[in-house]
């Protein structure tokens, strides 16, 4: 088991056998795929209203950027953003009186959880990487 921790240690920090070849003067490093800058895509305002029994309890207004991976999901993403952006308010608005039923505070790591199922049923798994929540604003003042 040592010597099996000890491999995976120098593949993790590439060293030894498992370090990268040098690079050859004058030849620039091929930039590796990880480092390539990401892409963003700004999505519309997403407005939840909260309905408890007869009354609205809450509005939140929650704003997204979803981050792809290239210029091409970029512009597959664009193209299907009303959609994307109807399925999570119709999701959220299901789902949020729900979970304010249990709870009274809205964790913002759930609401990123459910905005990328929804993201991944709308563009296809993989498409969007991650669905980044930039603010989220409530107006009760509890969440």
């Known amino acids: 088991m040592l010597s099996g921790g000890t491999i ?6 590439e060293l030894g056998p498992f370090a990268p070849p040098p690079a050859v003067e004058g030849e620039p490093a091929p930039k590796p ?21 007869n009354r609205p309890r809450t509005v939140l207004q929650i704003s997204v950027k979803l981050e792809v991976a290239n210029e091409d999901d970029a512009s597959f993403v664009q193209r299907r953003m009303v959609r994307f952006t ?31 199922l929804t993201a991944d049923k709308i563009f296809g798994k993989g498409k969007v990487k991650q669905v980044l929540i930039q603010s989220v604003h409530d107006t009760s003042g509890k969440t």
Not at 8 to 13: D, Y
Not at 35 to 53: L, T
């Open 8 to 13: 995976g240690v120098m593949k993790w920090l």
């Open 33 to 53: 795929r990880s480092e390539q800058p990401p892409r963003f895509v700004d999505a519309d305002p997403i407005n939840v209203a909260v309905i408890e029994g």
């Open 86 to 116: 109807d399925a999570a308010l119709r999701d959220l608005h299901d789902f949020l009186p729900r979970l304010l039923r249990e709870v009274d505070r809205i964790e913002v790591s759930l609401l990123k959880d459910r905005l990328q």
